[in-house]
């Protein structure tokens, strides 16, 4: 997960400080649209934004990293964002979340990504009238497929308005879960072949770190399902009644995400169980193997420390056939075990015969064969 970053206890709510290691971007990239055309460019500042474009059709502007301060800035001294809205966008360490201000709502959303290890960006997302502001940590996101459909006019995303986008980030970002979560299926599945084949001490690490992985998942979709829920169930000014409506669909793929969570929870907690049945096993095998040969080795132990004890009149020594009659009692005796051992089934694993087949039932039609008369 993306490591915490805490706020200086010596300053005071709403202080904009650039995180240490942020992106710097020199621009912030613009998509204004309307149902009859697209208009793509970018801004150096916030005053560059057209009042015109703000008044009509939908303006997405897009900021990829929290270096920039100047940008930032001038979302709270000409747009009036509040600031404690944009100190959360600076800490990206928020929670999936909805507040509501007197001018704008603010989103926080989290986009996942899994190479090894779980990575957790937070994407900021400002609802103001027609203005869409959506800040990211670094370049990269779940959110191409809805500028393609912007551009192309695909859908019904230019012929609604800006609280349409906020619901079609959400969508996308809830959406762009379920691969993930396909991957760490198919993870799963495959390490439960690996385990039911041989116990490697190596997958005990990988697991360990799928459960951290759903651990983490979980700590993100389980506020993002309550936050969603309040956006399609409160009041809100800068959302319409119908966008609501796309809102519960969005709330029931999180519930479905959620679901998957819990059972992939459960399969990798069944894996470590799987892990130790299989060792215990392992470790039955050898004990028992172990068992057979100290076992068949007592008797011929104890033929051969009878007579190698020191007794002067012992008349089994002096025959001629003392040696070979010994030879013949202790691999009698050791032939005899592994009869007993094999007829038991401790020598070879257990063969079930198959069972009898059924007889198949008579025809219930009169004068059929096999019917009684």
């Known amino acids: 997960m993306a490591t915490h970053r805490r706020h200086l206890p010596s300053k005071p709510p709403g202080t904009l400080m650039a995180p240490e290691g942020a992106v710097i971007p020199a621009s912030a990239q613009v998509i204004h649209y309307t149902p009859e055309g697209v208009r793509e460019f970018e801004v150096g500042a916030i005053d560059e934004l057209d009042g015109e474009m703000l008044s009509r059709g939908v303006t997405w502007l897009n900021l990829n990293g929290l270096g920039n301060l100047s940008l930032i800035e001038g979302l709270r001294d000409k747009l009036g964002f509040h600031p404690l809205a944009l100190e959360d966008v600076l800490h990206a360490a928020q929670r999936p979340k909805i507040e509501d201000y007197p001018n704008h709502l603010y989103v926080v959303l989290r986009m996942l990504t899994y190479d090894g290890a779980l990575e957790a960006e937070q994407l900021s997302v400002f609802l103001h009238g027609n203005l869409v502001v959506t800040i990211q940590e670094r370049e ?142 392992r470790m039955n095998e050898v004990m028992k193997v172990l068992t057979i040969i100290a076992t068949i080795f007592i008797p011929i132990t104890f033929v051969a420390g009878v007579y190698g004890m020191n007794f002067e009149h012992m008349p089994e020594l002096k025959a001629r056939w003392a040696y070979p009659a010994v030879w013949a009692v202790m691999l009698a005796a050791v032939a005899a075990m592994l009869l007993y051992f094999r007829r038991k089934g401790w020598l070879s694993k257990s063969r079930t015969t198959p069972l009898e087949e059924d007889p198949a039932p008579p025809d219930p039609r009169p004068g059929a064969p096999g019917t009684p008369p």
């Open 140 to 281: 990269g996101d779940c959110l191409e497929g809805l500028r393609q459909r912007i551009r192309s006019g695909g859908g019904q995303v230019r012929g609604m308005g800006a609280d349409y986008l906020l619901y079609a980030m959400a969508d996308a970002v809830i959406d762009s879960y379920f691969p993930l979560l396909e991957n760490l299926g198919d993870a799963i599945e495959s390490y439960e072949d690996t385990l039911v084949l041989q116990a490697d001490e190596g997958v005990i690490t990988d697991i360990h770190r799928l459960r951290r992985c759903l651990l983490g998942m979980r700590r993100v979709v389980w506020p993002l399902r309550e936050a969603v829920n309040a956006l399609a169930r409160d009041s809100h000014p800068q959302i319409s009644e119908p966008v609501r409506l796309y809102l519960r669909d969005c709330y029931d793929h999180t519930v479905q995400v959620l679901d998957l969570l819990e059972s992939y929870r459960e399969l990798a907690a069944g894996l470590m169980e799987l892990y130790l049945s299989t060792v215990s096993n």
